[in-house]
């Protein structure tokens, strides 16, 4: 019986000792998206420290095999840096060197539309690399990069799966890693944003097999909570989807509670034909891992009509609140709040007031009489309605007509969208954006880049069947799908983010166009649902060589079509194309949830052309987000003026920063490889009209 005893002690204590080595191991990796399952951005390193951290260089780059935008943040397991280039592939590095183990990519695949990184799973015995390519999910073998036969169809599922067949046809990519637990991975997907939209249903599909296990309704059935709040027919008919979570999820991994953020209903801007609450759109949803059942939600934004997804998702931290130490969860959103609730029991730390907004006047819209407004912490961005004419750009050279295009615009707490004009601010970007917030999750801090760019939303008529009839076939799937981003003259908004597609013919072939159309590309939507001759006459339109005699198609949305749409995604800007409010256009943000007041706020980043004439820094858009770390650092790059920085963050301030090959536009991520710690970013520009860049850039300490 003694033996016995030592033998079952002997092999607890080779348990723990392995256990306890993987754990270390763990703290000095990346393993998953954002650092780890709270989403918190936080390292335990300290190597790297703000008595050093000026001497940093860079200790390694990578080359992409395509240049543009690239918003992925690796994940560093064993040593190993997985990675996604600007193209949609799947890399393996060697985190201490740079150098490519393998690469991957699915031939019969091609994708161009943004990665954010990859997802890692094993049981201690196997393990495999969840990668999404468009609609697509792949389990690689993360020793050798291909395709394992058992999962799905030879190593990929289609996102479609589980989708009701209204659906099966609709645009759906996942650019966000899923999230881990157990042996299931629930997989982010992006739809459009029209009346056209996919059902956003959460759904989680089995790591090893690819099965697909549950599913949460986000347009809710008969009998399910919430099917009242939409029309009856929501979660069947062909106009009524989204309501998706495309920004991530974190999961509470003891509790076993999976916490997903989700978009609006389709479409973002008009709600006539989805009258109601909403639910479960604009929430944060708390569900059981292990089946999908809904433990609590709240929504942030009732009735959207606005585009206020939440952009990221949240953050598991622990605070100090009335005296006790709660586990809860932070959210933060595009209007520049933060939501604070038990983690438990989605009970509000701070109370959260339902405001009096104003009501639509655009005919058949129902907007909701009230809005959330969190009592704690005051927004980090300005809001539309406390502008002041003082707050028009005093450095613009049309000043007073800015000034004369401010006064006729909406500008209330809320204001629904209208004819005239509605300023938005925060702007469709935020506020918060998918980058989202990092956090000290011990002590309870969080850490938020803010956009403080104003756009104005637009509602026009859409065009009557008779104005289509009379267009050629192509210029009428122009004026139904791309207008609204292109222009009516197909001249684009470059400051906004929308290329011009003049002279198309001279840049491209129209196979590629024809790929583009079908797929999307970086934040541009597919048209999969488009009819071959719809698409066929769109290129020719395009290409300036369509026949006129060709006969129109019938519009592929079917009988229904919405009676609105917008102007496009106008940003309010001076005649040089920067914001036309006063500066901060971005900031940076230390706000101690434990008592819900700001630690520090400052400008982030610098418009080079007011240097010397504002008082800088200026501040700027920002896309992508920070890391801290235990030795007290942020790391952050972000910014469009293209440079990579360092603060201090109990201060803010500024410790360290170093120009990028290109502007980082992605979250850092920070591991350590035989006692070295390193910090590495996804260098890809092109948004925001900024060079576009082909390097991954490791920092370290000489």
């Known amino acids: 019986m003694n033996k016995l005893l ?3 002690t002997s092999c607890m204590l080779l348990t723990c000792h392995v256990e306890g080595e993987r754990k270390a191991i763990m703290e000095l990796d990346w393993p998953e998206y954002l650092g780890g399952p709270d989403r918190n ?12 951290v000026a001497k940093l260089q860079v200790a390694w780059t990578y080359t992409m095999p395509d240049s543009g935008q690239t918003q992925a943040s690796p994940i560093v397991i064993d040593g190993v840096l997985f990675g996604v280039a600007a193209g949609g592939q799947a890399f393996a590095l060697d985190g201490a060197t740079g150098k490519q183990k393998w690469i991957f990519e699915d031939d019969s695949n091609k994708v161009s539309n943004t990665n954010r990184g990859l997802a890692y799973w094993t049981d201690g015995q196997d393990e495999r690399i969840l990668h999404a390519m468009g ?26 799966l589980g989708l009701p ?9 996942s650019n966000t890693p899923g999230t881990i637990f157990d042996d299931l991975i629930v997989v982010p997907v992006r739809v459009s944003e029209g009346s056209d939209a996919a059902p956003g249903d959460i759904r989680a599909f089995n790591v090893k097999t690819g099965e697909l296990v549950w599913t949460f309704h986000t347009i809710p059935y008969p009998g399910e909570y919430g099917y009242e709040t939409f029309p009856a027919d929501a979660y069947k008919n062909n106009y009524t989807g989204g309501a998706n979570n495309w920004a991530g999820m974190a999961v509470d991994k003891e509790r076993g509670i999976l ?29 059981d891992a292990k089946t999908g059942k809904r433990i609590w939600h709240f929504q942030t934004i009732h009735h959207d009509m606005w585009d206020r997804d939440l952009p990221a998702p949240p953050n598991l931290i622990t605070v100090t609140h009335q005296g006790k130490r709660i586990d809860a969860v932070a959210q933060v959103s595009k209007q520049g709040y933060v939501f604070l609730f038990d983690r438990e029991t989605g009970d509000p730390l701070f109370p959260i007031e339902e405001v009096k907004a104003p009501v639509s006047d655009i005919p058949g819209e129902e907007s909701w009489p009230t809005q959330p407004v969190p009592t704690k912490p005051k927004p980090f961005a300005r809001h539309s309605h406390t502008l002041t004419e003082a707050d028009i750009n005093p450095y613009a050279a049309n000043r007073d007509s800015l000034l004369v295009r401010f006064r006729s615009y909406r500008k209330g707490f809320m204001a629904a969208p209208s004819r005239e004009g509605t300023l938005i601010l925060p702007g469709f970007d935020g506020g918060a954006e998918w980058g989202g917030a990092a956090a000290d999750p011990k002590e309870g801090i969080l850490y938020v880049n803010s956009n403080e760019m104003p756009w104005i939303l637009t509602i026009i008529d859409r065009p009557k069947k008779e104005k289509l009839a009379g267009m050629t076939p192509g210029k009428k ?15 684009g908004n470059s400051v906004s983010g929308f290329p011009s597609l003049i002279g198309i013919n001279k840049r491209h072939n129209k196979a590629y166009v024809s790929s583009l159309v079908k797929t999307g590309k970086g934040m541009m939507p597919g048209f999969p649902m488009l009819k071959t001759e719809e698409k066929q006459a769109l290129i020719a339109f395009l290409f300036n060589d369509e026949k006129i005699e060709a006969p129109s198609a019938e519009p592929t949305e079917g009988k229904y079509q919405l009676p609105y749409t917008t102007t496009g995604y106008n940003k309010f800007l001076d005649e040089n194309g920067l914001p036309a409010i006063t500066p901060p256009w971005g900031t940076l943000n230390a706000i101690d949830l434990n008592t819900g007041e700001y630690l520090w706020r400052i400008p982030f980043g ?60 992605a979250t850092p991520a920070t ?20 060079p576009k860049g082909n390097q991954y850039v490791a920092f370290a300490l000489p």
Do not use: W
């Not at 916490?259 to 569900?287: H, Q, W």
């Not at 201090?648 to 120009?659: A, N, W, Y």
């Open 6 to 8: 030592l033998v079952v």
């Open 41 to 52: 951005h936080y390292s335990d390193l300290t190597q790297i420290n703000p008595e050093n």
């Open 135 to 160: 609609a697509y999910l792949y389990a690689l073998d993360p020793q050798t990069g291909r395709p394992i036969a058992t999962f799905g169809n030879n190593g990929k599922i289609d996102l479609h």
């Open 165 to 173: 067949m209204v659906a099966q046809n609709k645009y759906l990519v």
């Open 259 to 287: 916490y997903v953020p989700t978009g609006s209903a389709g479409f973002d801007f008009y709600g006539g034909n989805r009258k109601g609450k909403n639910l479960f759109a604009n929430c944060l949803i708390a569900l």
């Open 477 to 491: 799937v122009y004026t139904q799908y791309c207008m609204g981003c292109h222009g009516e003259a197909l001249a």
């Open 606 to 665: 610098n418009e080079e052309s007011l240097k010397g004439i504002a008082k800088e820094p200026t501040g700027l858009e920002s896309y992508g987000g920070p890391v801290v770390t235990a030795s007290g650092l942020l790391f952050i790059a972000a910014s469009k003026d293209g440079k990579f920085r360092v603060y201090d963050k109990h201060s803010g301030t500024l410790l360290f920063e170093i120009p990028l090959p290109a502007p980082g536009f």
């Open 671 to 690: 591991y350590a490889i035989a006692g070295k710690q390193y910090v590495v970013i996804a260098c890809g520009g092109t948004k925001l009209g900024t």
